[in-house]
């Protein structure tokens, strides 16, 4: 038996009694892949990014390991909300124009505390304070730059559309503003350099791809290591005490965490692997997240066909965000119809094994994406489901 087939015959006993739809956190291939991202940060924490893992029982558990500290959230409402459970740092990576957030923020002491917001432009400052609503509460503030690598003189940009903030001058100026700016607290600084830990370095079938990928990634780190450096020296001129620099993603730990710069890593899919992450040369990880769906039909020879499944991930559009079939290995997609949104047909010589009712396994391209499609999380330790928790969704937050 293969290991991938020992696993579904282990899930399938775990989940004998659930009927599916429904989704599993392999425990210890979560705890493995924690252990992984602690080991590739050297000694740097790791903050842990929440919309990759969208299970306040599973933050909390990763959290209560030596080498994580913090969450990196995604929205205002999601900060806050984590914040009155209990978490007492949260940073706030994306810019916000929640003005009732705001107004919470600025008049409650425990959530000022608590949580952090990233701001890359003064209009974002004057949006805040029009929101306070009489909260006098002082804002922490974590600036973000722009990452992206510039060739050719600036005619070709690789990385994510981000902040407008580039040159150490552009960051200095803001964190002058934001010193000078009562009811406002300079506390850190982050740089998520997606073109680096984002993009699969090894591609199967695309070895040209693969090769110039790595190639443009040796080029990006080298040179956002350097501007990173200066950046965060000219901010701290500016604010001697700050608190933190964020930098990294799963697929670029071990890099960041070597920037001298750098004081902590941001990372969570790697705790879930999920399909994308099978792209990468300098790190793999254990599947920890699947979803199962049951065979419903079976139409002809060689084909079965399975409820739902039609889970496509963010980015641009392309097979690369369409979950895979898992489990049983060798089932396939029809290419006319692939992942619907009400039935999937698979095609595949091991669909002459499934039966009505028989699950089929999946992984998501992505990581926290999959908790926004199911109430519940089976946590599986060896051949049992140890418990049941509920996902974002499953507390009635659905926060994007």
Request: net charge positive; aromatic share 6%; with cysteine.
């Amino acid at each position: 038996m293969t290991p991938r087939a020992a696993d579904r015959a282990r899930y399938d006993r775990a989940t004998a009694a659930l009927d599916a739809p429904l989704a599993i956190v392999d425990l210890e291939a979560f705890d493995a892949n924690a252990d992984d991202l602690v080991r590739r940060a050297a000694g740097k924490p790791v903050r842990v990014a929440s919309k990759s893992v969208r299970c306040r029982a599973l933050l909390e558990r990763v959290l209560a390991r030596d080498g994580f500290a913090g969450v990196m959230a995604f929205t205002l409402a999601e900060s806050l909300w984590l914040a009155r459970a209990g978490f007492e740092d949260v940073l706030l990576a994306y810019p916000s124009a929640d003005r009732a957030g705001f107004a919470e923020l600025a008049r409650d002491p425990k959530l000022a505390a608590a949580v952090t917001v990233t701001v890359d432009d003064v209009a974002q400052l004057d949006l805040v304070d029009a929101a306070r609503a009489g909260g006098t509460e002082e804002v922490r503030v974590c600036l973000e730059m722009d990452t992206a690598l510039r060739l050719l003189g600036g005619r070709v940009r690789i990385g994510a559309l981000r902040s407008p903030l580039r040159t150490p001058a552009q960051l200095a100026e803001l964190a002058r503003s934001v010193v000078r700016r009562p009811g406002f607290r300079l506390v850190g600084l982050m740089a998520y350099e997606g073109h680096v830990a984002g993009v699969g370095d090894a591609v199967r079938g695309r070895p040209l791809r693969s090769r110039a990928v790595r190639a443009m990634q040796a080029v990006a780190r080298r040179e956002l290591a350097e501007r990173r450096a200066a950046v965060v020296a000219a901010v701290r001129a500016v604010a001697p005490d700050l608190e933190f620099v964020n930098g990294g993603g799963t697929g670029s730990v071990q890099h960041t965490a070597a920037e001298a710069a750098v004081t902590e890593i941001a990372a969570g899919s790697g705790l879930y692997v999920p399909r994308l992450f099978d792209d990468y040369a300098s790190f793999s990880g254990r599947p920890a997240a699947l979803f199962a769906q049951p065979v419903v039909r079976r139409p002809g020879v060689g084909v079965v066909t399975v409820l739902g499944g039609g889970y496509p991930a963010s980015g641009a559009a392309g097979r690369d965000r369409l979950p895979v079939p898992y489990l049983p290995e060798g089932l396939r997609y029809d290419p006319r119809e692939g992942p619907g949104e009400v039935q999937t047909p698979l095609l595949g010589s091991p669909a002459d094994d499934l039966r009505i009712g028989d699950k089929v396994w999946f992984r998501h391209a992505k990581a926290g994406e999959l908790c926004e499609r199911f109430e519940a999380l089976h946590l599986v330790a060896g051949d049992r489901v140890v418990e049941t928790v509920p996902t974002y969704r499953g507390e009635g937050r659905t926060f994007l």
